[in-house]
């Protein structure tokens, strides 16, 4: 197959790019940097199988050549306003990668009659007032918080994908990504699991907002990978929940991550509160995955973070520890 991949030089978008071209695909990667990294796609210089278009996905894009599936994977996708690659510092383009970034690769899958797939996220479920998350449920989403950009970008784009399929028929699916974690996170990103490990590796406190009884429930990228082509390669064309179900408070993550990097267990502190639109739970159900695609996670979070302490260990020039 020939697929088209936006937001190739992110986390998830390299990672999708590798595994399908080590199963014998091509793969034309589109990005425009704005969180994407080079260092993502360096391996890839000069093979065959992949072909990169630097490319803002609100412009209008023209591919060359047959295309098979279409992966829209191009956003910002943290929600940490300390990042500067965070969508609270990113709000114009969240919203134009959402609509107008979905809107050209819809396009571009019913002029090649492809099979197109949707990167959604669990934030369309807002903080829930369902636990755990179906995905027949609406959510309860603040329609301008500090997250509405990603959120409400993140529901036009399913509702936009679902018009495509019902009035031309096209070939779509929707997954909504929980909580992702492993190697490839940017050290900057802002996210819990990235600023963990990297003051835990500094022997730091450990930083928690609010109590830390907020849940969120942590999915390693192979397997998050695993449910995301599972989806790609059947016919399904209504929303699919991928994540692991294992619900973990903020404390209990804190607590695991220093007893891996021996990081003292009371090395945590409480800062602020949590943002009034922050989740205070997270948690999938997987159950049509499970009937559907026939997938569920492998990793545990320990396994899963063992597997991804070594790639900070690096980035940070740590490799003596």
Not at 8 to 26: E, K, M, P, Q, W
Not at 146 to 165: C, G, N, Q
Not at 266 to 291: C, F, H, M, T, W
Request: with cysteine.
């Amino acid at each position: 197959m020939r697929v088209l991949i936006t937001g190739v030089a992110g986390f998830l978008g390299s990672h999708l790019c590798d595994r399908l071209i080590n199963t014998g695909h091509d793969v034309i990667g589109m990005d425009n940097f704005i969180t994407g990294s080079r260092d993502n796609l360096v391996h890839l210089a000069g093979n065959p199988h992949f072909n990169f278009i630097k490319h803002d996905v609100a412009n209008f894009i023209f591919v060359p050549g047959k295309i098979d599936l279409v992966l829209h994977f191009a956003s910002p996708a943290s929600p940490n306003p300390a990042s500067p690659f965070g969508y609270p510092n990113l709000p114009i383009q969240t919203m134009k990668a959402g609509a107008l970034g979905t809107h050209n690769t819809l396009g571009v899958a019913r002029a090649h009659n492809a099979r197109y797939i949707l990167a959604s996220t669990s934030e369309i479920y807002g903080d829930p007032q369902e636990h755990p998350q179906k995905e027949d449920y609406w959510g309860h989403v603040d329609p301008i918080g500090l997250r509405s950009v990603y959120d409400e970008a993140k529901r036009f784009a399913e509702a936009l994908t679902m018009a495509y399929h019902r009035y031309h028929n096209l070939n779509t699916g929707i997954v909504r990504i929980f909580n992702t974690y492993g190697p490839r996170m940017r050290l900057d990103d802002g996210r819990v699991i990235p600023n963990f490990i990297q003051q835990a590796l500094r022997q730091e406190r450990l930083t928690i907002y609010g109590d830390g009884k907020q849940t969120r429930s942590f999915c390693y990228v192979d397997d998050l990978v695993d449910g995301i082509l599972g989806l790609a390669f059947s016919t399904e064309s209504m929303p699919v929940n991928i994540g692991n179900p294992d619900e973990f408070t903020i404390i209990e993550l804190a607590n695991l991550v220093n007893s891996l990097l021996d990081n003292p267990s009371e090395n945590i502190y409480q800062v602020g509160k949590v943002a009034g639109d922050d989740p205070l739970r997270r948690q999938p159900d997987i159950s049509r995955a499970i009937e559907i695609l026939g997938w569920t996670p492998k990793y545990d979070l320990k396994s899963g973070l063992l597997k991804t302490i070594p790639y900070f260990k690096e980035k940070m020039g740590l490799n003596d520890l």
